[in-house]
């Protein structure tokens, strides 16, 4: 039977805001049929417009207020919503953790799990936190601009203030933007796939202050580079490396696989719980510092280590986890997928004196099976894997192998509450309450540590 949606294109309607969505859309409906409305927040009244009407639901936008929630942070720069920068800005920070811990209790309660979340875990200054910076550079009116595109488009807004990136690096972005005018570098053009210059990304170390700048190009050289690299290192004094990063592909993945040292070393310094780690152009690292330290100590607390364990650390990235664990452990073994991360996880198992951690590079999918088949026993089993979450095989070797804990570190609740589940049916039970922290203030996304036991 075909149901035909309650409203049409363009019409105007009046509705009530009843839910936010894990986009940090408004949510109205409409005869049971939902209208996702950008800017708009629960309780509030508003006239809408329609822009998109699909099967089972539709787009509208917001055009005048009846009534505002009390959550509702006024005088906002709509370019942070449009860009998705920071797309819950026009929510209090208050109201943005009680959301993010709400959406984990919805989305296992939908699964009809009934789980405790605790309060999310919250920053003092949840602004100008990140420690890494990757923008777009293109021609706009014959100049080169840097900024972020607006949400699904390629359209570039320029912007100097980022508004959640440490100030230092928004500065240092707009001295490379000025370099690359001043040496007339040209930005790629996406449509003719030709030009040179297509993203700049920024990472700066927190305690350290050490800056590497990373160019990502078209081309294998970019037009007066030994000037451009000798005035950037001058023009930026904490930059102690500047990397060329090769990317000759249409694509919209922004790095290629060939980087190449300008200046100075490949990696930068930087520390998280009192332990140093070097971190190279590709390598995953934790992009809220601050919060990162209260996230791992949080794993570290619940993976609940006496100095005798043998643990696996599956997605270490760079051995953050590892090596933090690794202090109160008998023996760690760190896996993942991309091999810089793993050399610079060796590199810094040595810079830590750390002697009872071993990395690998592989799948963790795959690593696991062999761990194992090769008889390895874990008591203890730390994942953090990107938002597509575990492979199911992965899950299965976990549980044969057998360990009595698995801490799950999460950027996804939806693919955290199906993994827990396949955890269940294999012998696993929750402990305690699932605990969110608080990564990416002023954005949807929600990040926490479950810990799952053996029954
Ligand atoms: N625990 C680390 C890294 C977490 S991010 C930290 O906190 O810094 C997720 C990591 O998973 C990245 O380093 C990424 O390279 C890695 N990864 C992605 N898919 C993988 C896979 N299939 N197998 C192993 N590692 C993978």
Same mark, same amino acid.
């Not at 049929?33 to 950008?38: D, G, K, R, Y």
């Not at 309780?43 to 787009?59: C, M, P, R």
């Not at 001058?234 to 790095?255: F, R």
């Given at each position: 039977m075909k149901i035909k949606a309650p409203v049409s294109k363009n019409e105007q309607l009046d509705v009530s805001i009843m839910d936010l969505t894990y986009q940090g859309m408004g949510v109205a409906k409409? !005869? !049971?049929? /939902?209208?996702?409305?950008?800017?708009?927040?629960?309780?509030?009244?508003? &006239?809408?417009?329609?822009?998109?009407? @699909?099967?089972?639901?539709?787009?509208a936008r917001a055009i005048a207020w009846k009534s505002e929630s009390p959550d509702r942070v006024k005088d906002v720069d709509k370019t942070y919503r449009q860009t998705g920068i920071a797309s819950l800005q026009h929510l209090t920070y208050p109201a943005q953790l009680k959301f993010k811990q709400h959406q984990i209790a919805e989305l296992f309660s939908k699964a009809h799990q009934d789980v405790e979340v605790a309060p999310t875990l919250g920053m003092e200054n949840p602004t100008q936190y990140r420690n890494k910076a990757q923008v777009p550079v293109r021609m706009i009116k014959g100049q080169l601009e840097t900024g972020f595109y607006r949400q699904h488009s390629h359209d570039l807004i320029p912007l100097t203030d980022f508004y959640i990136q440490d100030p230092a690096i928004d500065a240092a972005i707009i001295k490379v933007r000025d370099l690359l005018r001043q040496f007339e570098i040209p930005a790629y053009n996406e449509i003719s796939d030709k030009g040179v210059l297509r993203n700049i990304m920024v990472r700066r170390g927190y305690y350290s202050h050490e800056m590497m700048i990373v160019l990502i190009s078209r081309t294998q050289k970019i037009p007066s580079q030994a000037q451009l690299?000798?005035? =950037? #290192?001058?023009?930026?004094? $904490?930059?102690?490396?500047?990397?060329?990063?090769?990317?000759? %592909?249409?694509?919209?993945? =922004?790095?290629?696989?060939?980087?190449?040292?300008?200046?100075?070393?490949?990696?930068?310094?930087?520390?998280?719980?009192?332990?140093?780690?070097?971190?190279?152009?590709?390598?995953?690292?934790?992009?809220?510092?601050?919060?990162? $330290?209260?996230?791992?100590?949080m794993a570290i607390d619940k993976a609940g280590l006496t100095g005798e364990e043998t643990v696996i650390d599956a997605y270490c990235g760079i051995g953050t986890i590892s090596l933090a664990l690794a202090k109160h452990a008998k023996q760690v073994y760190g896996v993942d997928i991309v091999p810089e991360a793993i050399e610079d996880a060796k590199v810094n198992a +040595?810079?830590? #004196?750390?002697?009872?951690?071993?990395?690998? *590079?592989?799948? @963790? $999918? !795959? +690593?696991? =099976? +062999?761990?194992? @088949?090769?008889?390895?026993?874990?008591?203890?089993? *730390? *994942? !953090?894997?990107?938002?597509?979450?575990?492979?199911?095989?992965?899950? $299965?070797?976990? @549980?044969?192998?057998?360990? %009595? %804990?698995?801490?799950?570190?999460?950027?996804? /609740?939806? &693919?955290?509450?199906?993994?827990?589940? #396949?955890?269940q049916d294999l012998g696993y039970v929750i402990d305690g309450p699932i605990q969110p922290v608080d990564q990416f203030p002023?954005?949807? #996304?929600?990040?926490?540590?479950? *810990?799952?036991?053996?029954?």
């Open positions: 409409v !005869d !049971d049929f /939902p209208l996702f409305i950008e800017n708009a927040l629960p309780g509030e009244e508003l &006239t809408i417009q329609v822009t998109k009407v @699909a099967k089972n639901y539709g787009f690299v000798d005035q =950037i #290192h001058k023009a930026l004094p $904490e930059v102690t490396s500047i990397v060329l990063n090769v990317n000759a %592909k249409k694509t919209n993945v =922004i790095m290629g696989n060939v980087t190449r040292v300008l200046y100075g070393k490949p990696t930068i310094e930087d520390t998280l719980m009192g332990l140093t780690f070097a971190i190279s152009a590709r390598s995953f690292y934790q992009v809220n510092p601050q919060q990162t $330290e209260k996230l791992y100590q +040595q810079k830590n #004196h750390l002697t009872n951690v071993d990395f690998f *590079v592989d799948k @963790a $999918e !795959d +690593q696991m =099976i +062999q761990w194992q @088949a090769a008889g390895v026993k874990p008591d203890i089993v *730390v *994942v !953090d894997p990107p938002r597509k979450g575990l492979a199911e095989t992965l899950i $299965e070797s976990t @549980a044969k192998m057998g360990p %009595k %804990k698995v801490v799950y570190v999460s950027c996804n /609740p939806a &693919t955290l509450v199906r993994d827990v589940q #396949h955890f002023q954005t949807p #996304h929600v990040e926490s540590v479950t *810990v799952l036991v053996k029954k």
